[in-house]
């Protein structure tokens, strides 16, 4: 009987351990509280940060952070700066002095051929 007795507890904790592991992660609470507080403020996903980011803007060619949410550039500049986009379950991802450039689309024309359409129409 006794030993009936151990063999049942031991597998109800067992069970109850492996339904209870996602508990122990700190980001299941994170989310939990981050869907029960209100946010008023926009929070963005990931910070990029301790990188050189070229803007192409004449006034800042070059930034050392910049804020994303919902793969959407929010704001580019300083660290400190990006620091009110901040929320719960913000990303933070250091470029440890890296560079990043912005991707290009290259749209060209082949003349014969670009030629050729503009005559059909």
Known sequence: M??????????????????LLPLLNPNYWLKWRAALVPSTKLAADL??????TFTSDPSLPFADSMAIRDGRILRVGNYS??????????????L???????????SHVHLIFGGLQVLKK
């Open 2 to 19: 006794m030993n009936r007795f151990i063999v049942i507890s031991a597998s109800l904790f067992l069970f109850l351990s492996i339904l």
């Open 47 to 52: 910070i990029v940060r301790n990188g050189f």
């Open 81 to 94: 700066s990006l620091q009110d986009l901040a929320g719960y379950g913000t990303k933070e991802l250091n």
């Open 96 to 106: 440890e002095g890296k560079v990043v450039v912005p991707g290009l689309i290259d």
